[in-house]
């Protein structure tokens, strides 16, 4: 039916890699069509090599095309393309440009009202009340009429390059057998991040056991992983090492292959730790569980007990002890019972475990205030 088919996400990398499934699905639905997917530059590594696309479409949209003449150029380019449906699947005024003006025959999604009346259909983002996945999948039932979901989770492939760097720094790093926990610590919001000082017990007490602790992340969280393992006291050991700001994501990717388990807030690393199939143990303040929890049935997500969460703020506006309750209230203790549950369950790298179809509901461990 469709000869041509554009998919819009200009979202960040978690928001990027949840599309995943619906490339999937249309590529199962379509075998013959050629599917396109346009994202951001500086995300090309999450999706580049997606095997169910045919072309990777990038836009520079902190770059060379944050300005209105060279957009517009943009937007010739996507026109000229002659697709017959577009899927905008990020609701902002961007990308609902972009769909609104691609001359795409069928143009369904989400958009701002702006942009709307250029649409075929508009759909709501359900992501407060169902995973954000399942909200790009009521996008193909009720707009594009599809009925076989062929949902494999999140995906992501790296070039064999990338690959092979990732496993050299590893065990560069790591002496052979020693089982390693990534940690990734930063987020986006200050209300998604646990405290330092809870992290660095965490550990401690992993290397004194004898496993081996990766801290994982981008630049800008360079100094919030030094205050952390400021705070430890196994800062010295051979088994701690810092990898902060020096992988590309699709090294990330690869390292995660080779670690046992993935210790991390609600940010975009947990998204790639989903797609490359490692067991996570995430705490979650202010975000909707029900929108963005790992999704992976091996996940553990940890719910903060206070009464103000999901607040979706970036910044808590309570003061004093109050502050981040969200994330003062969830111990270490708890957390470490489930990491240590899933280093038991499965205790080998991410790249020798199984992966199961279909299973995507993480379990979920709600914890009482007070």
């Not at 554009?6 to 990027?16: E, P, R, T």
């Not at 143009?107 to 009202?113: A, C, D, E, H, L």
């Not at 993935?262 to 975009?268: Q, V």
């Not at 991410?350 to 179809?357: E, F, G, L, M, S």
Request: aromatic share 8%.
């Amino acid at each position: 039916m469709y000869k041509k088919i554009l998919v819009i996400n200009l979202m960040h990398i978690g928001d990027l890699l949840l599309v995943t499934p619906v490339l999937r699905t249309l590529r199962t639905n379509f075998p013959a069509a050629h599917i396109a997917l346009l994202a951001d530059k500086k995300l090309a590594d999450l999706v580049q090599y997606n095997r169910n696309i045919d072309e990777c479409l990038l836009i520079d949209k902190k770059g060379a095309d944050d300005n209105v003449p060279n957009f517009v150029k943009f937007i010739k380019k996507i026109r000229a393309k002659n697709f017959d449906l577009v899927i905008n699947l990020h609701r902002n005024e961007r990308a609902s440009a972009l769909a609104a003006f691609s001359g795409a025959k069928k143009i369904v999604g989400y958009s701002k009202p702006g942009f709307s009346f250029l649409f075929t259909t508009v759909l709501p983002n359900l992501k407060a009340v169902e995973h954000q996945v399942q909200s790009h999948f009521d996008v193909l039932s009720k707009a594009v009429g599809i009925k076989n979901f062929d949902d494999g989770g999140l995906e992501m492939w790296i070039d064999d390059e990338s690959k092979n760097r990732a496993d050299k720094i590893f065990h560069e790093n790591f002496s052979a057998g020693t089982a390693v926990v990534a940690f990734n610590i930063g987020a986006s919001w200050l209300t998604k991040r646990w405290l330092d000082r809870y992290f660095a017990r965490c550990a401690d007490i992993l290397i004194e056991r004898g496993y081996g602790v990766a801290f994982l992340g981008g630049g800008m969280d360079k100094e919030i992983v030094e205050a952390c393992v400021d705070k430890m006291e196994q800062k010295e050991s051979p088994l701690l090492k810092i990898f902060t700001g020096k992988l590309t994501l699709a090294e990330v990717a690869g390292f995660l292959d080779n670690c046992a388990l993935m210790l991390t807030t609600d940010s975009g690393p947990m998204h790639i730790g989903v797609a490359r199939n490692i067991p996570i143990v995430t705490m979650f303040g202010a975000s909707p569980v029900p929108g963005f929890y790992p999704y992976d049935a091996k996940d553990i997500l940890i719910k903060t007990p206070v009464k103000c969460h999901p607040c979706g703020k970036h910044i808590c506006p309570k003061s004093g002890r109050e502050n981040l309750s969200c994330m003062k209230n969830i111990p270490v203790e708890v957390v470490m019972r489930c990491v240590n549950e899933l280093l038991f369950t499965y205790g080998q790298p991410a790249q020798k475990i199984p992966r199961v179809y279909g299973k995507y509901q993480c379990r979920i461990v709600e914890l009482e205030e007070g």
